[in-house]
């Protein structure tokens, strides 16, 4: 992952990418139509195929547009992903909602702080768990 913190693309990205790809040689279009139907350079699209690239939910839904599919057809084959153990799923425990319902209610400027505290710690203990019994923090 990047330094700054940006989200790499992954599995679903790549799958996205792909169908993206199949919708836009089912209707006989090359990367230039699609780019300029939405408003992108070719080389953007051909980042979205190869899943190089995430492209935003409102990209998704320009591109639904433009080449009339659904939103949901861009994720036709998740399901395999995640059946076949390439993409993991996982839901918050109890604990996991408190904190994030405490900090959606704590403003945009203390989010931004709590949020450089946890990857402070999380870059801390990478690899593992804190210390047992509340030991020392980094």
Same mark, same amino acid.
């Given at each position: /992952?990047?330094?700054? !913190?940006? +989200?790499?693309?992954?599995?679903?990205?790549?799958? @996205? *990418?792909?169908?993206?790809?199949?919708?836009?040689?089912?209707?006989?279009?090359?990367? $230039?139509?699609?780019?300029?139907?939405?408003?992108?350079?070719?080389?953007?699209?051909?980042?979205?195929?190869?899943?190089?690239?995430?492209?935003?939910?409102? /990209?998704?839904? !320009?591109?639904? +547009? =433009?080449?009339?599919?659904? +939103?949901?057809? =861009?994720?036709?084959?998740?399901?395999?992903?995640?059946?076949?153990?390439?993409?993991? $799923?996982? /839901?918050?425990?109890?604990?996991?909602?408190?904190?994030? @319902?405490?900090?959606?209610?704590?403003?945009?400027?203390?989010? !931004? !702080?709590?949020?450089?505290? @946890?990857?402070?710690?999380?870059? &801390?203990?990478?690899? *593992?768990?804190?210390?047992?019994?509340?030991?020392? $923090? &980094?």
């Amino acid at each position: /992952m990047s330094n700054n !913190h940006e +989200i790499e693309a992954d599995q679903i990205d790549k799958l @996205i *990418g792909a169908n993206l790809k199949k919708f836009r040689l089912e209707r006989q279009l090359t990367l $230039v139509n699609v780019a300029n139907g939405v408003g992108v350079t070719y080389q953007q699209i051909q980042k979205y195929e190869s899943g190089d690239n995430r492209t935003t939910s409102s /990209m998704l839904h !320009h591109l639904g +547009i =433009f080449l009339n599919v659904n +939103i949901g057809d =861009f994720y036709d084959g998740v399901t395999t992903l995640i059946q076949t153990g390439q993409v993991e $799923v996982t /839901m918050p425990d109890p604990k996991e909602r408190n904190m994030l @319902i405490m900090y959606r209610k704590i403003g945009k400027l203390n989010q !931004h !702080h709590v949020a450089n505290i @946890i990857r402070s710690l999380s870059d &801390c203990y990478r690899g *593992g768990d804190a210390p047992a019994g509340g030991g020392e $923090v &980094c």
